[in-house]
């Protein structure tokens, strides 16, 4: 099974950047995209509906703004959009496909660099969160959750780490919140479970040559529960195109 996760910073300039060209050749079973920019209704185009995939979105109020999407060449049992508070649902940043043995998300945090107040509410929905992967334990079934973190775990994810430890993704808070949960919560890393290569990036800010210098962050996950640690067998993340600041993560499972 082949999970992708990206994060588009807007699925029509993405789209005009080749990234739907790029995605069906990589015989993905499960495509899991994040900050859309659009609402479902905006994209009945065929350009944003590759044969042989199913897509749902769960759009924001807000036009131009957020929203999650799933595309899957397998119909699910069941979709579920939304946390139940919010911040997320009002924004458009959870959607869930439920499949036989597994279950896989795509979800989206809100960035808290603009100020100290979006760094507060970052915080804030950062809890809430928790309390979602806190229930989901509960469960009997496998959970996949991918998308945009907008946290560095550990010094290996970020460039100039050092400098950076003040500035929001690299928080003593935020990397504290990451450790809890591939802690003692005990959810996986999908990535960092197969690839222990140090300097791998998801994202690159916009200055000049950030991303042919290789100064980023790995902000984009693919978060397992831990019955599926052993079936994760490869990971990688594509560089050869640029479709949007991020870059599609992509995890091979043996499922």
């Given amino acids: 099974m082949r999970v992708i996760t990206f994060n588009t910073q807007g699925i029509e300039q993405a789209t005009d950047n080749g990234f739907f060209q790029w995605m069906v050749k990589q015989d993905a079973d499960v495509v899991c ?6 609402k479902d209704y905006q ?47 009002f924004n458009g940043r959870f959607i869930q496909a439920d499949f036989d043995n597994v279950s896989v998300a795509s979800f ?3 960035s808290g660099l603009k100020s100290d107040e979006a760094q507060q509410a970052k915080d804030e929905y950062l809890r809430l969160l928790k309390g979602h992967f806190t229930k989901t334990l509960r469960k009997r079934r496998e959970f996949i959750f991918c998308g945009s973190l907008l946290i560095a775990h550990k010094p ?15 928080l003593p808070q935020e990397r504290e919140w990451a450790e809890e949960l591939f802690g003692d919560m005990g959810y996986v890393d999908a990535f960092r479970q197969v690839n222990h290569v140090d300097q791998q990036y998801t994202w690159w800010p916009d200055y000049n040559k950030a991303r042919d210098l290789n100064e980023g962050a790995r902000l984009d996950y693919q978060i397992t529960t831990a019955n599926l640690r052993k079936t994760i067998k490869s990971a990688s993340i594509y560089r050869g195109e640029v479709f949007s600041a991020h870059a599609p993560l992509i995890i091979d499972y043996d499922l």
């Fill in 156 to 170: 290996q994810d970020l460039s100039n780490w050092y400098v950076n430890q003040k500035v929001s993704g690299f």
């Fill in 108 to 110: 989206s945090v809100p």
């Fill in 33 to 38: 995209l994040q900050d859309l920019r659009a």
């Fill in 43 to 89: 994209l009945d185009d065929k350009r944003y509906r590759p044969d042989g995939y199913e897509a749902y979105f769960f759009d924001a109020f807000e036009d131009g703004y957020s929203g999650v999407a799933i595309y899957t060449r397998v119909m699910p049992k069941a979709i579920m959009t939304g946390l139940g508070f919010e911040q997320c649902d």
